[in-house]
């Protein structure tokens, strides 16, 4: 991979799967624009990402995702940060776990979190984007979860297994819409992936998919390689 620029959002504490994600872009030779919501766990992961290569540009964000108006001011800052006007690919990496319990039990206010912080962002994030990757022929890869698929138990989880299912449905529009404009749209969805939330959350006894083969994964589906491949969803367990 050259200098194209990737967009990771959701790229922020340490030991996280974004941590992992800018890691393995870094090393590939890409430019970053890494985004989370205060920016300054972002501008954290910027300094510990290995010294630039010849071209390279690494760039840190801070941006509410839920709120369309605020993703489309990062977009226009990405754009000029990194002086081009298309961007290679966006990684929806933003997002969170939370269980609800049974339906009939589940806090609304809790409910609403999940659509906020996983479906609503992932819209934001393609609405404001989108431009940039049309300009570049570029690719988005946003992240579902087993829980909403088919053969996977939503179990406790109703919310959240909801919100990754709009995930998926909005990365199936995408991959339509945009294939005219040479955009292509994909997911994976993981089991539980060992980051140190999870860990700390589980313990070490879980299985785990492991955060550099779902950095592996992505980076596929960004490629030239995968360059036939859209509105597909790839299991990680």
Known sequence: MSTELIVITGAGRAGQLGEALARHFAALGASLALVDRAGTESAARVADLPA??????????????????ATEKLAAQVLAAHGTTGIHAVICAAGGFGATGPVSDADPDAWHKQFAINLDTAFAT???????????????????????????SPKGLAAYAAAKSGVLTLMRT????????????????????????????????????????????????????????????????
């Open 52 to 69: 630039e290569q010849k071209g390279q540009r690494f760039t840190a964000h801070a941006a509410d995702l839920s709120d369309p108006a």
């Open 126 to 152: 393609t609405r404001a984007f989108l431009p940039a990757l049309r300009d570049a022929k570029g690719s988005l890869v946003y992240f579902g979860s087993a829980s909403a698929l088919p053969v996977g």
């Open 174 to 237: 995408v991959a339509l819409d945009e294939k005219s404009h040479g955009v292509r749209a994909n997911a994976v969805a993981p089991t539980a992936i060992r980051t140190a939330a999870n860990l700390a959350d589980m313990g070490d006894k879980s299985s785990y998919v492991e955060r550099e083969s779902v950095a592996d994964v992505v980076a596929f589906l960004v490629s030239p390689a995968a360059r036939n491949i859209t509105g597909q969803v790839i299991t990680l367990a």
